[in-house]
């Protein structure tokens, strides 16, 4: 069973900050992993998409790298805003392609 | 096209009461899922649909949980005799094959007293 771990549980940096969430992933056999985000009360958008082929992914200040040989992906944020403050999701989807497997998210805050 | 779509988008009921909710996929997304969420948890695996057919339940869909998809279109989640227990967001999401990108709707809160 494909478990998903995300650390740190929450995290709480100044405005302008580079910072890293991390995603670990039990099982290597998946066709792609996925970040989301999700603010309060809220469903949850779609930040960046990495299949297995690939190593990374960019958009804007976002960077998700993916290594399925150890079982992790990153998610870097740079120059991090106040609006950046979110619960930062991943999961991924098998090779079965049946379920995505969410990990229990990464609760960030940006202070001004 | 809007996105995914989910109504209501609050419910409020009394326990034992039955509730429906509906889901309406991007056109064409072929793969429709269901995950519960409750607060500070990540979403939990309720069910998925290949087009109209249902291939997957989780041990968490009890007997009083029953999902459609008819035609492979718009999806219903019915819970019967609700409990407090079942007090959660309901998320759905599609994806236009079981490998692309999901996008997820915004997610009918239900609270049972």
């Known amino acids: 069973k494909q478990e998903v771990t995300q650390i740190p549980a929450a995290l709480s940096v100044p405005e302008g900050e580079n910072l890293v969430l991390n995603c670990s992933f039990t099982?290597?056999?998946?066709?792609?992993l996925q970040w989301f985000r999700q603010d309060p009360g809220k469903g949850l958008t779609s930040l960046l998409l990495i299949q297995s082929s690939q190593r990374e992914q960019t958009s804007g200040r976002l960077n998700a790298s993916l290594d399925k040989s150890s079982g992790r992906s990153t998610l870097y944020i740079a120059a991090s805003q106040p609006g950046d403050s979110a619960t930062y999701l991943c999961?991924?989807?098998?090779?079965?392609?049946?379920?995505?497997?969410f990990g229990e998210g990464t609760q960030l805050t940006v202070n001004p | 096209d809007t996105g995914v779509s989910q109504d209501p988008r609050h419910k409020i009921t009394k326990r034992g009461q039955n509730v429906t909710f509906r889901c309406d996929p991007i056109s064409e997304h072929n793969r429709l899922y269901w995950y519960r969420q409750t607060l500070g948890q990540g979403p939990e695996f309720l069910t998925y649909f290949q087009n109209e057919a249902q291939l997957e339940k989780s041990r968490l869909l009890s007997d009083r949980f029953s999902a459609e998809r008819p035609k492979g279109s718009f999806s219903t989640l019915e819970i019967q005799r609700t409990e407090q227990g079942d007090s959660a967001m309901y998320l759905c999401?599609?994806?236009?094959?079981?490998?692309?990108?999901?996008?997820f709707g915004q997610g009918t809160r239900l609270t049972v007293v």
């Open positions: 999961t991924n989807q098998e090779t079965s392609g049946s379920r995505l497997t």
């Open positions: 999401a599609s994806s236009l094959n079981p490998y692309t990108e999901a996008f």
């Open positions: 099982d290597s056999a998946i066709y792609n």
